[in-house]
């Protein structure tokens, strides 16, 4: 091709200069193709790239497009002109499919291949040429070097021979790899030019192959098929903009006529009066629910009746659930201390109570009167609007509030302002009262103006108060946490019986009699409905140690005995009837008879209330017996101290007798003349003895007769 320069093969063994700077030109210009040619290789990559993805996603449309009849759709999912539809696109998609993976492989053939070959295999040829001719290069330089050092004074035959040999090969070396190099060199500013028109050349022919399979494909019977596709896309859009205009001014007419009902707060009852007559409703409300044994927490959730069934639904879920049955059961109005508009519903047999909450007070007069015509079974009547309209008046007096629980008491029981502030703090919690408690007032069982303690205090005795008062006599420093002595914890480690319960204390009050069975539900009602009315839900944790001496409240952490009370002056102990895991006992005050009072304290334990009032119990049969034995070897000690002392007088009336008779015996030795008289000095003598031992006789018998 004319126009192209070339490096001279001839002067490769001169290597002049000009002939190295025409060398230089020519490898800046194979680095430019190299640069290039990499380039262009990358952009066709992408290009083949993008065919093989667009055949895939093709084909995967194609093949989703057949699979629609297999999907479920929940609306519109049996419309058979849009499968047929879907159908004939899929075939048509298909045969697209089909002619971009032949575009693929062409693409590979005639554009790829063309310019791959051309990067791996030409241009890395030239790359390694290149190096070998500057090795070589290299090498003649060192070469020649070495033989222009040769000395002229100092010539050896052998080195010279050696150096020339160098030289030789050197020279060959450079010019061979030389002339190879210059002749890829020269060779390259051909194949560059073929290099870039051969893969274009297959790229567009690959094109028109392609275009014309899609021409044959697409015929005149496709072109009218996608004719009346896009007039029903133009008819599905236009009734779509209808239907959009027709839902936003059903919009702006909604905000327009429901702005009032936005406000939680009560409407006009002149434009939105509360309809009675309603058989059926269905709203938000919030329900009660409990959470422990006096707190709770409100959800709001979806209700709705359904005939006679009160039913709630969650947001997400598919169906409701029942909540309670409506048929003869009992609605009304009720005053709660943290909510507004409640009402509370009653099933017919008593033993489920739901307390529900509205948003306003209209809302919970419409739900009260509908649960009243429920409730009636007013539902199942032909014309129920009528005779709902007959109930009305029974709906009216529900829709009061009922009066709490405080007023009705006063009204059953005289005025009194003590009994009046304690009734506040009775509530139905827990188990139903006995019949006996419905005719003993409660002043025979609880104090009046007993405050209620919810904490633990260590109790101040007089007992307690004097120990301290000696304690700072003696110089000892008295236990503020109301532990007693050495003594006692040297006796509680001796016990028998050792039970430890993890409790919560609930509260203590002071009670008029320690006789009654119910002053301790009396006492767990009081301090139940005293700690909701009051929001108190705070429990103290302790650890009770039931021992055969006493009961302790330990803390849990320091150890620290926070209250004892001896087991002597427990005088009753039992749980609750529903609740078993509240118990509570009563204690009664080491007083005089004036002083004297009885406390009842009530827990909360994690263990049956029943196993602790049995373990209490246990621990007063222990004691009980062991203050029996005791006693019994009291009793004994003294019988054998009493023996003791009768044998020892039994022995010294043996003695006294002895004695008597030994001097009994002297005295009538003595009284006997054994002996004549000897003369008057010695006669003398015996008769001072005789009656030294004749008044001693008479002195111990008359000692032995005063012992006796």
Same mark, same amino acid.
């Given at each position: ?219 005149? /019977?496709?072109?009218? !098929?996608? %004719? ?5 896309? &133009?008819?599905?859009? +236009?009734?779509?903009? =209808? #239907? ?99 009402? /509370?519903?009653?099933? !017919?047999? %008593? ?5 529900? &909450?509205?948003?306003? +007070?209209?809302?919970? =007069? #419409? ?99 004097? /120990? ?241």
């Amino acid at each position: 091709m004319p126009g192209i320069e070339k490096l001279p093969i001839e002067e490769t063994l001169e290597d002049s200069p000009q002939t190295r700077s025409l060398l230089g030109v020519f490898e800046e210009d194979t680095a430019a193709i190299s640069n290039y040619c990499t380039q262009l290789y990358h952009a066709m990559q992408r290009i083949y790239d993008a065919q093989n993805e667009l055949s895939a996603a093709t084909h995967l449309t194609s093949r989703l497009l057949k699979e629609y009849d297999k999907q479920r759709f929940p609306l519109g999912g049996d419309d058979e002109v849009m499968s047929s539809t879907l159908q004939q696109f899929a075939k048509v998609i298909d045969e697209l499919s089909s002619c971009h993976a032949v575009l693929s492989t062409q693409l590979a053939d005639a554009m790829m291949f063309p310019i791959t070959q051309f990067k791996e295999r030409d241009l890395k040829e030239i790359l390694t040429l290149k190096e070998v001719f500057q090795i070589a290069s290299d090498d003649h330089d060192t070469a020649i070097n070495r033989y222009s050092r040769l000395s002229k004074r100092r010539d050896n035959d052998k080195i010279r021979a050696e150096v020339v040999e160098d030289v030789y090969t050197s020279r060959k070396k450079q010019h061979q790899t030389m002339m190879h190099y210059f002749c890829s060199l020269n060779t390259l500013q051909y194949k560059k030019k073929t290099a870039l028109l051969e893969p274009l050349l297959g790229y567009m022919q690959a094109q028109i192959s392609f275009f014309k399979l899609g021409s044959e494909n697409l015929t005149q /019977q496709w072109e009218d !098929f996608l %004719g009346t596709i896009g007039t029903s896309v &133009q008819n599905v859009r +236009r009734e779509m903009e =209808e #239907e959009v205009g027709q839902m936003q001014q059903t919009i702006q007419e909604m905000e327009m006529s429901c702005d009032p009902l936005y406000a939680p707060c009560d409407p006009d009852p002149i434009h939105s009066p509360v309809c009675r007559n309603l058989t059926r409703k269905q709203g938000y409300l919030h329900i009660r629910n409990k959470t422990g044994l006096v707190s709770s927490s409100w959800e709001r959730q979806y209700f709705f009746t359904q005939g006679g069934n009160l039913m709630q639904q969650a947001r997400g879920e598919v169906a409701g659930g029942l909540v309670t049955d409506l048929d003869n059961s009992s609605v009304m109005a009720v005053d709660c201390d943290d909510r507004r508009f409640c009402f /509370q519903v009653t099933s !017919f047999d %008593g033993k489920k109570v739901v307390t529900l &909450q509205a948003e306003s +007070r209209k809302d919970c =007069e #419409e739900w009260i009167s509908t649960i009243n015509n429920i409730s009636k079974r007013i539902y199942l009547s032909e014309n129920a609007e009528e005779l709902a309209a007959r109930v009305n008046q029974s709906a009216l007096e529900a829709v009061t509030p009922s009066p709490s629980f405080q007023q009705r008491h006063e009204s059953m029981r005289p005025s009194s302002k003590g009994r009046a502030g304690r009734a506040s703090s009775i509530s139905s919690v827990g188990s139903e009262p006995s019949p006996a408690l419905s005719v003993l007032s409660l002043d025979a069982l609880v104090a009046p103006d007993t405050p209620i303690q919810f904490d633990i205090i260590s109790p101040v005795s007089e007992e307690n108060s004097g /120990q301290s008062k000696t304690a700072a006599q003696s110089g000892r420093r008295s236990n503020p946490f109301g532990e007693s002595g050495d003594s006692a914890s040297e006796g509680s480690e001796d016990s028998i019986l050792h039970q430890l319960f993890i409790v919560r204390f609930l509260g203590s009050m002071e009670v008029r009699t320690t006789e009654s069975a119910d002053v301790i539900s009396e006492t767990m009602r009081q301090i139940l409905a005293a700690r909701a009315i009051h929001n108190i839900f705070r429990m103290t944790e302790s650890h009770l140690l039931v021992t055969c001496d006493c009961l302790k409240l330990i803390d849990p952490q320091t150890q620290v005995t926070r209250l004892r009370f001896p087991l002597s002056t427990v005088v009753q102990c039992s749980s609750h009837q529903d609740n078993k895991r509240l118990f509570g006992f009563v204690l009664h005050s080491a007083g005089g008879r004036v002083d004297s009072r009885a406390v009842c304290y009530i827990f909360e334990s994690n263990n049956d209330g029943e196993k602790i009032c049995d373990s209490i119990g246990l621990a007063k049969q222990i004691a009980f017996h062991s203050e029996m034995d005791r006693k019994a070897v009291e009793k004994r000690k003294e019988q054998d101290k009493a023996k003791e002392k009768q044998q020892e007088e039994l022995s010294k009336q043996k003695q006294i007798e002895k004695d008597l008779e030994e001097q009994s015996r002297l005295i009538a030795a003595s009284s006997r003349p054994a002996n004549p008289p000897a003369s008057d000095g010695q006669f003398l003598v015996l008769s001072n003895s005789q009656s030294e031992d004749s008044d001693a006789g008479d002195e111990g018998k008359k000692k032995g007769e005063s012992d006796a």
